[in-house]
């Protein structure tokens, strides 16, 4: 079982940044996959990015790719997503995904989500 906990979400202005974390309990939080989805109001849910447990493999949607980038503390249990030049469109409350395997672009098989922090960026 795995518990995920986002924090370091809020209000920000466009070209600004925040950095966002995803703490984990349980033992085996090296071995999983992670990950970022958003969902904004009236939208579906939208995958962000995601990284092996190696960090050896890390994805990103071409919405976000060269402006957010994602890493993990596995010695600390923590995932983080540092988000630059944010944009309005970049408005959603963003989840925290972990995956025993791999984190599927569509959610689907994720097997353990977080609670959500919301991010509004003002024009």
């Known amino acids: 079982q795995v518990q995920l906990v986002e924090s370091g979400g809020g209000l920000v202005q466009a070209g600004g940044s925040l950095r966002l974390s995803c703490a984990a309990s349980?033992?085996?939080?090296?071995?999983?996959?992670m990950g970022w989805f958003r969902q904004a109001p009236g939208k579906e849910r939208e995958f962000v990015a995601a990284?092996?447990?190696?960090?050896?493999?890390?994805v990103y949607a071409d919405s976000v790719k060269g402006r957010f980038t994602i890493s993990r503390d596995n010695a600390k249990n923590t995932m983080f997503l540092q988000m630059n030049s944010l944009k309005p469109e970049d408005t959603a409350v963003y989840y925290c995904?972990?995956?025993?395997?791999?984190?599927?672009?569509?959610?689907?098989?994720?097997?353990?989500w977080g609670q959500g922090t919301q991010v509004t960026v003002s024009s």
């Open positions: 995904a972990a995956d025993n395997l791999y984190i599927d672009r569509t959610g689907a098989t994720v097997d353990y």
């Open positions: 349980g033992r085996t939080f090296s071995r999983y996959a």
């Open positions: 990284i092996r447990w190696s960090s050896s493999s890390i």
